[in-house]
T-cell receptor
Framework: ETGVTQSPTHLIKTRGQQVTLRCSSQSGHNTVSWYQQALGQGPQFIFQYYREEENGRGNFPPRFSGLQFPNYSSELNVNALELDDSALYLC??????????????FGPGTRLTVL | AQSVTQLDSHVSVSEGTPVLLRCNYSSSYSPSLFWYVQHPNKGLQLLLKYTSAATLVKGINGFEAEFKKSETSFHLTKPSAHMSDAAEYFCVVSVEKLTFGTGTRLTIIP
């Protein structure tokens, strides 16, 4: 167990709708990252939040947005859902030390299906 | 820019025989390298990480990996496979963010 939890476990939405996914980080971790894992692929980096500010973003459009809260929780919001957004969404938390060796601890993921 | 290539999408070995999962990386800077494992319906678990302290890295559950800069490789090995090792394995490079390979599915034959 990594101490990182995500909700809900599964979610079904239709095209054009909006969705909010939630993550609870390990206590004391100041950084959370979100990843999208399409079926049969490796996770792709969406963005990272450090002390409630966005601190890096991958190749995802602005309709993917996030929030990080002081209580170690965070959200991933996706607007105007498309069929290709169907994937497993993973969050990972870490205590950022400013080096590349920080270990990220992953939650079990939220499986999003867009119909 | 950084990337990883996992050379095998699927590896099958018999229980009790050695495991080799191959990974090559590309990075403009000295990278940190990781291996993660993903069991069905479970999150990603860190197996081991290379941080330049030693080229041979030992991880959990008997896995180890060797960093070879001249070959830009970071292959994962285990001397004797166990049924519980069946899972998806990801090689990961980190400079500013984590970049995952496409994964290798390990199947263990009883």
């Amino acid at each position: 167990e990594t101490g990182v939890t995500q909700s809900p476990t599964h979610l079904i939405k239709t095209r054009g709708q909006q969705v909010t996914l939630r993550c609870s980080s390990q206590s004391g971790h100041n950084t959370v990252s979100w990843y999208q894992q399409a079926l049969g692929q490796g996770p792709q980096f969406i963005f990272q939040y450090y002390r409630e500010e966005e601190n890096g973003r991958g190749n995802f459009p602005p309709r993917f947005s996030g929030l990080q809260f002081p209580n170690y929780s965070s959200e991933l919001n996706v607007n105007a859902l498309e069929l290709d957004d169907s994937a497993l969404y993973l969050c990972a938390s870490t205590l950022m030390s400013g080096t590349t060796t920080d270990t990220q601890y992953f939650g079990p993921g939220t499986r999003l299906t867009v119909l | 820019a950084q990337s990883v290539t996992q050379l095998d999408s699927h590896v099958s070995v018999s229980e009790g025989t050695p495991v080799l999962l191959r990974c090559n990386y590309s990075s403009s800077y000295s990278p940190s390298l990781f291996w993660y494992v993903q069991h069905p319906n479970k999150g990603l678990q860190l197996l081991l990480k290379y941080t330049s302290a030693a080229t041979l890295v030992k991880g959990i559950n008997g896995f180890e990996a060797e960093f070879k800069k001249s070959e830009t490789s970071f292959h994962l090995t285990k001397p004797s496979a166990h049924m519980s090792d069946a899972a998806e394995y990801f090689c990961v490079v980190s400079v500013e963010k984590l970049t995952f390979g496409t994964g290798t599915r390990l199947t263990i034959i009883p």
